[in-house]
């Protein structure tokens, strides 16, 4: 399985990734203990709630994926790290930083996309994307500043944080969502690495 290639490649570039981390932060919050939906069709109907707000509670539930299976705006982001099989690799021991984008950011991309992006033809495109929403070290929202990380995905991320803190582009709409091995800042936008192009699939 490619799942300990991955993990082998986190621990190799975990020293290398967070050189540019450190100031600016949002809002602190938790995951609601709320059951996601488990199958991709169900994910991918789901909607981010109105106000995008996570109830507050002070206990990890668990890995990064725990914690984003127990919050209904990432049953989408939790279908589409099943369909890639990363599940196992982000329930390791990491530590992890994960952009989790909302079901409203995927819901915003091209009509079709999603679909397309969970069918197992494309789970090497599917894994890239998500791979670069995720850091292989934990950065809390008080350690960010401005400038490029490396990914988990071999790209780097852009970070600003003039006027609010951005990755890739995307808002950072809250922080420090606590896990076990890592920590989730949630984010209104899907990121995608240069090369790929999904509009082609």
């Known amino acids: 399985m490619r799942t300990h290639r991955i993990a082998?490649?986190?621990?190799?570039?975990a020293a290398l990734s967070l050189a540019?981390?450190?100031?600016?932060?949002?809002?602190?919050?938790?995951?609601?203990?709320?059951?996601?939906?488990?199958?991709?069709?169900?994910?991918?109907?789901?909607?981010?709630?109105?106000?995008?707000?996570m109830s507050a509670s002070?206990?990890?539930?668990?890995?990064?994926?725990?914690?984003?299976?127990?919050?209904?705006?990432?049953?989408?982001?939790v279908a589409a790290v099943k369909a890639a099989g990363l599940v196992e690799t982000l329930d390791g021991a990491g530590p992890f930083t994960v952009f989790a984008p909302t079901n409203a950011?995927?819901?915003?991309?091209?009509?079709?996309?999603?679909d397309k992006l969970l069918l197992p033809a494309n789970k090497a495109t599917l894994t890239?994307?998500?791979?670069?929403?995720?850091?292989?070290?934990?950065?809390?929202?008080a350690d960010v500043k401005a400038g490029n990380v490396k990914t988990v995905e071999g790209s780097d991320l852009a970070v600003t944080t003039d006027g609010g803190v951005k990755v890739g582009g995307a808002t950072v709409t809250a922080t420090d969502v606590a896990a076990s091995n890592g920590v989730i800042h949630v984010i209104d936008k899907v990121l995608v690495p240069a090369g790929v192009d999904v509009a082609a699939l």
Do not use: W
């Open 20 to 53: 540019a981390c450190s100031s600016g932060s949002t809002t602190t919050t938790t995951p609601a203990a709320t059951s996601a939906a488990s199958s991709p069709a169900a994910a991918a109907s789901t909607s981010a709630s109105p106000s995008g707000a």
């Open 58 to 77: 002070p206990t990890a539930a668990g890995t990064v994926v725990g914690v984003a299976s127990s919050n209904p705006d990432f049953s989408t982001l």
């Open 105 to 114: 950011a995927f819901a915003a991309l091209p009509a079709g996309v999603l």
């Open 128 to 141: 890239k994307i998500l791979t670069y929403h995720v850091l292989p070290a934990k950065v809390m929202a």
């Open 8 to 13: 082998v490649a986190l621990a190799a570039t």
